[in-house]
């Protein structure tokens, strides 16, 4: 069986979107230390 993946739910469409949620969602010091 495969497992079921956040993408399997939304689609692979909505892929760009959830990237971007979750960078958006990253913690203060993290979005800093990869911006620096």
Known sequence: ???VTSED???SGNRA???WL???NSP???S???ID
């Open 9 to 11: 739910i939304l689609g």
């Open 32 to 34: 800093s230390a990869s």
């Open 28 to 30: 203060p010091k993290a």
């Open 1 to 3: 069986n495969k497992l």
């Open 22 to 24: 979750v960078s958006n």
């Open 17 to 19: 979107l959830l990237s």
